[in-house]
């Protein structure tokens, strides 16, 4: 599990909340131990608004941002799948219950799939700063390297987000926040899954899905 801390914008939280935890999980890989969120004051404590919240508004940030690096390395766009969504919601609002920050087990996911998790201080942080969080991984990534050897830091767990991201043959996606006492709990889903082991995020598909092969009617 990498940690991740947005100090440039929210300096207070390196005492108060600890800051952002972000996961991504991998075929063959085990789900990064768990972790309790821990208690934070309201954003108004912070001389701050509240985070706009929203499923249209998280829809939008999500693809935009996805899409819009997918598109700069010429990779096909994802499209937004509602089942995805769905599934994401359950497990997003489990964490929410649970304060526990930890992967899904693979068999517990009603659609087979991916998954990128990120954690942070309830209300705080806007849904730009959450997938922004994935996206610099970038810069330690081997974009040319195949999994486990991905990241100049020697963890391919530091560039597991940014490799979903951008994984060709990736279709699909869906996220859902979810919102406990201290923390919010954001998960996306993505379909087909990426992150295999002995591949590379811009290896040609090993199996080109049909075009009405969708994660929906992968239930």
Avoid at 116 to 130: E, V
């Amino acid at each position: 599990m990498r940690a991740s801390l947005w100090a440039a914008t929210l300096p207070v939280l390196l005492v108060t909340a600890g800051g952002a935890q972000g996961a991504s999980d991998s075929d063959g890989a085990g789900a990064p131990k768990g972790g309790a969120a821990g208690a934070v004051m309201p954003a108004a404590y912070y001389g701050m608004a509240e985070a706009a919240r929203g499923d249209s508004l998280l829809r939008a940030v999500m693809l935009d941002a996805h899409n819009g690096e997918r598109a700069s390395l010429g990779l096909p766009l994802l499209d937004w799948d509602d089942a995805l969504a769905a599934d994401a919601a359950r497990y997003a609002d489990d964490m929410a219950h649970s304060g526990v920050f930890r992967h899904s087990p693979r068999t517990g996911r009603t659609i087979p799939s991916g998954e990128n998790l990120w954690m942070g201080p309830r209300r705080l942080y806007g849904y730009q700063a959450m997938v922004g969080s994935f996206l610099d991984e970038k810069r330690f990534t081997r974009i040319a390297g195949k999994l486990p050897d991905l990241s100049s830091t020697g963890r391919w767990q530091d560039v597991g987000h940014y490799a979903q991201m951008i994984w060709r043959g990736t279709r699909q996606i869906g996220c859902a926040l979810g919102e406990g006492a201290n923390a919010d709990y954001l998960v996306c889903r993505y379909f087909p899954a990426g992150n295999a082991f002995g591949r590379g995020p811009l290896d040609a598909d090993a199996a080109p899905m049909a075009e009405t092969q969708v994660a929906s009617a992968a239930k």
